[in-house]
């Protein structure tokens, strides 16, 4: 698709469609001044991360504060300057608008209410709010352990990247069981896709 910039003297610039196909047109305008063009195509952060060892969950609510390694097996990658985290608090390289997704992989050795994950955001770097949660009851069936999977997301608006964090979270509720990590595949795991300004 071409486009055309038309110009004019109120310092106004239009966005054209030229009417002879393939042509790509630039009329800025001719006062003095200067015109940044800045691209907001396609992803420019994606990064994953996941939980490289068990941790056992409790009835009381507790965040992952060990155990995060950025997924690094089997072609994995990510684009951009990617996330830091340090005891379980992961900082965003830029600001934008972040789509942060969460998996949790649970095992039980006997029935649960309720098994819970927690996505915890703060935009002043101090007080943290839950943003998103999913939790499901899990019954025992089998005398080893009975598995289940939980999934939680949300759009973060990170306007400073010193103030605007995000930590995870889990809680049970009857004979605890395991969320599984491993250092070879995604069990828990968190995504976090920038998705524009």
């Given at each position: 698709?071409?486009?055309?910039?038309?110009?004019?003297?109120?310092?106004?610039?239009?966005?054209?469609?030229?009417?002879?196909?393939?042509?790509?047109?630039?009329?800025?305008?001719?006062?003095?001044?200067?015109?940044?063009?800045?691209?907001?195509?396609?992803?420019?952060?994606?990064?994953?991360?996941?939980?490289?060892?068990?941790?056992?969950?409790?009835?009381s609510l507790t965040t992952?504060?060990?155990?995060?390694?950025?997924?690094?097996?089997?072609?994995?990658?990510?684009?951009?300057t990617g996330m830091t985290?340090?005891?379980?608090?992961?900082?965003?390289?830029?600001?934008?608008?972040?789509?942060?997704?969460?998996?949790?992989?649970?095992?039980?050795?006997?029935?649960?209410?309720?098994?819970?994950?927690?996505?915890?955001?703060?935009?002043?770097?101090?007080?943290y709010n839950t943003a998103?949660?999913?939790?499901?009851?899990?019954?025992?069936?089998?005398?080893?352990?009975?598995?289940?999977?939980?999934?939680?997301?949300?759009?973060?608006?990170?306007?400073?990247?010193?103030?605007?964090?995000?930590?995870?979270?889990?809680?049970?509720?009857?004979?605890?069981?395991?969320?599984?990590?491993?250092?070879?595949?995604?069990?828990?795991?968190?995504?976090?896709?920038?998705?524009?300004?």
């Amino acid at each position: 698709m071409s486009i055309v910039l038309l110009g004019s003297t109120s310092g106004s610039v239009t966005l054209q469609e030229p009417a002879v196909a393939g042509t790509t047109v630039f009329n800025l305008p001719a006062t003095t001044g200067t015109v940044a063009l800045t691209s907001q195509l396609g992803v420019t952060e994606a990064d994953q991360w996941r939980l490289n060892a068990n941790i056992t969950n409790t009835t009381s609510l507790t965040t992952f504060t060990t155990n995060w390694e950025r997924s690094d097996t089997y072609g994995a990658g990510y684009v951009g300057t990617g996330m830091t985290e340090s005891s379980g608090i992961f900082t965003f390289p830029s600001i934008g608008t972040y789509l942060i997704q969460m998996m949790g992989y649970i095992s039980v050795i006997g029935s649960q209410r309720y098994n819970g994950i927690q996505i915890q955001t703060t935009t002043n770097n101090s007080t943290y709010n839950t943003a998103a949660s999913a939790n499901q009851f899990i019954s025992i069936v089998n005398a080893n352990y009975t598995i289940g999977s939980l999934y939680a997301f949300f759009i973060f608006n990170v306007t400073n990247t010193t103030n605007c964090k995000v930590r995870f979270a889990q809680q049970c509720e009857g004979t605890a069981g395991v969320f599984g990590g491993a250092t070879d595949e995604n069990n828990t795991a968190v995504n976090f896709i920038r998705l524009g300004a």
